[in-house]
């Protein structure tokens, strides 16, 4: 599985981005794709994941309602609608892929993609 990630950029806090990422390969065989983060000088820590299937989603606590994750399954893409962004929320993210359900652990992920850095200033 190839995953490619883009959508990154700088903005100011309170706006919106949408990070996409595109998935190639055996993605037939992957339950999921996730979104992680990591900011410099911290743990990469976990955004969001979706299943292929079903389109179930679980978010961590502090993007919940702000942050939505949705796939499209004839392109093989999934993408992170981040609204409201916070100086916090800034990280490179990347996506990576699962044949865990829901996952949310780093370790439940195969493959995983470059990075996207979003820099949210105050």
């Known amino acids: 599985v190839q995953l490619q990630a883009s959508g990154g950029g700088l903005v100011q806090a309170g706006d919106s981005l949408r990070l996409s990422c595109a998935a190639s390969?055996?993605?037939?065989?992957?339950?999921?794709l996730g979104w992680f983060r990591q900011a410099p000088g911290k743990e990469r820590e976990f955004v969001s994941t979706?299943?292929?299937?079903?389109?179930?989603?679980v978010y961590r606590d502090s993007v919940k309602g702000r942050f939505t994750m949705s796939r499209d399954i004839a392109k093989n893409t999934v993408y992170l609608q981040m609204n409201s962004l916070k100086p916090e929320d800034t990280a490179v993210y990347y996506c990576?892929?699962?044949?865990?359900?829901?996952?949310?652990?780093?370790?439940?992920?195969?493959?995983w993609g470059q990075g996207t850095l979003v820099t949210v200033s105050s």
């Open positions: 990576a892929s699962t044949n865990v359900a829901l996952a949310r652990r780093a370790e439940n992920y195969a493959y």
């Open positions: 979706i299943s292929w299937r079903t389109g179930s989603t």
């Open positions: 390969g055996r993605t037939f065989s992957t339950y999921g």
